[in-house]
């Protein structure tokens, strides 16, 4: 069986505080490390997702 992991659920003990922190401080430190992207590559949510564009409907 392989090691590793898909992700993370985190969960902040208060917020919106918590997750203040989080932003403030890990993902620095994660971008730092080279483990956490600094911009994204796609324009949109799906590019980023890898995933194809739907086929429009109205266009013949």
């Known amino acids: 069986m392989g090691e590793g992991c898909d992700g993370f659920n985190i969960m902040f003990p208060f ?3 918590g ?5 403030n401080k890990v993902v620095p430190e994660l ?5 956490f992207r ?3 590559e796609g324009r949109t949510l799906r590019e980023n997702l890898g ?3 739907p ?6």
């Open 38 to 40: 600094r911009e994204y």
């Open 55 to 60: 086929a429009n409907r109205f266009e013949s």
């Open 31 to 35: 971008q730092r490390r080279g483990l």
């Open 51 to 53: 995933l194809p564009r």
């Open 15 to 17: 917020v919106p505080e």
């Open 19 to 23: 997750l203040d922190d989080f932003v």
